[in-house]
């Protein structure tokens, strides 16, 4: 009897430190939420529009993004005259690009697609996480360049697994690396993303991104982010060749 007594001690205090853990997930994520300007706020964005700039290797773009919360999103960015397109709607993706030797709109591959997807979340993967059939997981601190960061895991309905760095202070995203298959080959995409600011409208939006693939890091910063602009759903449909 006391072995079993002893054994539902155990049972218990692990599932009370099962809970706890999700308990905190949840806690870090909404702090996250409130910095971000409130559940209530973010609950109401339909669009997002961005203007600013691509940098590669100090080759600088022009950069457009349009996003239609859950229906797509469109990148369109200028490289010494010759545009670069890269186009998500929930059943496909569609991209131009020149400099690869893609001169007309071509598929993309289903993961890639898959991925695409995640930028169609005007409030983010985090926002609402769990009705979207996401699961979320707290594994614990990193100091990251000086900050204690909040290390959370999330797997998302399709698969896809991201890890973000939320920082301690200001529950602000640092870090966010994202894990992909294409080709057959399991690759990550790191983001760091600073210059934290206030739109006019109240929303708190990083203003600079730092994107590494394997072998090619960019850097993407924004001039001017609209939300809910008025956007025509017809951009992202793929034009015929």
Not at 177 to 185: A, H, I, S
Request: charge should be neutral; hydrophobic fraction near 35%.
């Amino acid at each position: 009897m006391k072995i079993l007594h002893l054994l539902l001690v155990v049972l218990i205090a692990a599932t009370g430190s099962i809970n706890t853990s999700a308990q905190t997930a949840d806690e870090i994520i909404n702090k996250w939420i409130d910095a971000m300007g409130g559940k209530d706020k973010l609950g109401t964005i339909k669009t997002i529009y961005t203007e600013g700039e691509l940098n590669i290797m100090n080759n600088i773009g022009p950069r457009k993004t349009y996003q239609i919360n859950g229906k797509g999103f469109k990148s369109e960015t200028d490289f010494n005259g010759q545009k670069i397109i890269d186009c998500y709607t929930p059943d496909s993706g569609w991209s131009v690009n020149p400099l690869a030797g893609i001169s007309t709109p071509t598929n993309m591959p289903a993961e890639q697609v898959k991925l695409g997807r995640l930028q169609m979340d005007a409030a983010g993967p985090l926002y609402d996480y769990a009705a979207k059939g996401s699961k979320a997981e707290l594994q614990g601190k990193e100091n990251l360049s000086g900050a204690a960061s909040y290390k959370l895991k999330l797997t998302t309905a399709t698969g896809v697994e991201m890890n973000f760095f939320i920082d301690s202070a200001t529950y602000y995203i640092l870090k966010e690396v994202t894990k992909m298959n294409t080709g057959g080959q399991d690759i990550e995409i790191t983001t760091v993303n600073s210059d934290y600011r206030k739109t006019e409208d109240g929303f708190v939006k990083s203003f600079s991104q730092e994107i590494s693939f394997p072998g090619l890091t960019f850097t993407i910063t924004s001039k001017k982010i609209e939300i809910n602009k008025e956007i025509d759903a017809g951009i992202f449909e793929k034009p015929k060749s």
